[in-house]
Every structure is written in structure tokens, then in C-alpha cells.
């Protein structure tokens, strides 16, 4: 029998964002996707492959990457907001943790 199998950690200094991409003629949604972006990075390895291909380093730079398909992420909702681009194609919610 099948079982799904989740990592589950605790992540200081992360920012989430939520995106739905909507189509510019009809503004249906088209897609829907979660980044997660690591705020703080000192503390990471400088053989991290992120850093090898963004050539740089720990604490330099932030690190954000998509989430996939049925992975969770927790989050208070007390510190989120919604975005809205002009054009409306495009609607972000970040949640500051």
C-alpha cells in the first residue's frame, strides 16, 4: 500500500508566496504555484548547489524555490497580505514569517 512520505522542518526566516496566473484576455486562472524563499542563508553549506549556480555564497543571497504539487507549507495568517498586478494576470499572497 502506497504512503506518502513528507520531510516536515521548521524554517526561520522564510517568506512564502502564492501565485495564481491568470490568463490576460479572460482573467482565469490558469495556474497556481507556492515559492518559498530562505531569508537567511549563512548558516548553509558553500557546496550548496544554489549557491554553486547562482555563483555565490552563505548570507549573500536569499534562496527561494518552488514547492511542489501536494507539499505543504504552515503559516500564520496574521502576517500575510495580497497583491494584485495592474494588468490583474497576476495575484500574490506573501505571508511573512
Excluded at 526566516?13 to 530562505?38: P, Q
Excluded at 555563483?55 to 495568517?77: L, Q
Aim: with cysteine; charged share 20%; proline share 4%.
Amino acid at each position: 500500500m502506497p504512503y506518502l512520505l513528507y520531510f516536515c522542518h521548521s524554517v526561520p526566516k522564510v517568506r512564502v508566496y502564492e501565485a495564481d496566473i491568470l490568463d490576460t484576455n479572460s482573467k482565469a486562472k490558469i495556474n497556481h504555484g507556492v515559492a518559498i524563499c530562505h531569508l537567511d542563508t549563512s548558516s548553509w553549506s558553500p557546496a550548496h548547489e544554489a549557491f554553486l549556480t547562482l555563483g555565490s555564497g552563505p548570507g549573500r543571497i536569499e534562496v527561494c524555490h518552488w514547492i511542489f504539487e501536494n507539499d505543504m507549507a504552515w503559516t500564520t495568517a496574521e502576517n500575510s497580505i495580497t497583491l494584485t498586478t495592474a494588468e490583474n494576470d497576476m495575484t500574490w499572497t506573501i505571508v511573512d514569517e
